[in-house]
């Protein structure tokens, strides 16, 4: 079995449901009311993917922007990176270009970068269809790999998001596995 140890950064305005998002995968329980976070809180899980053990350091970064500056040294050395917006506050949408900006600047250009949003179950379906289409244009403004819809409260697209995550990281890792061997094998 091959292990993985990964860093991913959990990034958005406050209150746009981060910490939730992560008590429900962490626990399968909705938590209905989280205090703000301060600066940045770190959780730890392991999951086995096919014939693979995987440790993910999960990196819950306050949305209030007080603490950018206590952030940005917790960025260095991630893998991966959701960036959270409240479809039923569509406002905080226009803070994640900040948020992929400085998580590129502290990270890395390269590192792959997915958008969330969040409480889907407060958002009307004729809502929905707009949010979405202002949210996938935002992925294809700022070259992120994609889009999902989640709900804390319901648990929809919790789970499977952090498969899709995961399923991310082990691509990115063959594919730095393959040019690493590439350009070794060569003469």
């Keep these: 079995m091959t292990r993985y140890s990964w860093?991913?950064?959990?990034?958005?305005?406050?209150?746009?449901?981060?910490?939730?998002f992560l008590h429900r995968f962490m626990h399968?329980?909705?938590?209905?009311?989280?205090?703000?976070?301060?600066?940045?809180?770190f959780n730890t899980t392991e999951m086995n993917k096919g014939e693979h053990e995987i440790g993910?350091?999960?990196?819950?970064?306050?949305?209030?922007?007080?603490?950018?500056?206590?952030?940005?040294?917790?960025?260095?050395?991630?893998?991966?990176?959701?960036?959270?917006?409240?479809?039923?506050?569509?406002?905080t949408i226009g803070q994640v270009k900040?948020?992929?900006?400085?998580?590129?600047?502290?990270?890395?250009?390269?590192?792959?970068?997915?958008?969330?949003?969040?409480?889907?179950?407060?958002?009307?379906?004729?809502?929905r269809k707009r949010i979405e289409a202002i949210a996938k244009q935002t992925v294809n403004d700022l070259g992120l790999i994609s889009f999902t819809i989640t709900s804390s409260k319901t648990g929809i697209n919790v789970?499977?998001?952090m498969d899709y995550l995961v399923d991310i990281l082990l691509l990115e890792s063959r594919s730095r596995d393959?040019?690493?061997?590439?350009?070794?094998s060569r003469p």
Excluded at 28 to 41: A, H, K, N, R, S
Excluded at 113 to 118: F, H, P
Aim: hydrophobic residues 40%.
């Design 159 to 161: 789970e499977e998001f």
């Design 98 to 127: 900040n948020w992929v900006e400085m998580i590129r600047e502290h990270a890395g250009e390269n590192l792959p970068i997915v958008l969330v949003g969040t409480k889907n179950d407060l958002v009307e379906n004729m809502d």
């Design 56 to 91: 993910l350091s999960l990196w819950d970064l306050g949305g209030q922007e007080r603490f950018r500056f206590i952030q940005e040294i917790y960025m260095e050395g991630a893998h991966a990176a959701a960036i959270f917006f409240d479809m039923s506050r569509i406002g």
């Design 178 to 184: 393959n040019s690493i061997n590439r350009d070794f």
């Design 28 to 41: 399968d329980e909705f938590l209905p009311d989280t205090q703000m976070t301060v600066g940045v809180q």
């Design 7 to 20: 860093k991913v950064l959990f990034g958005g305005a406050g209150g746009v449901g981060k910490t939730t």
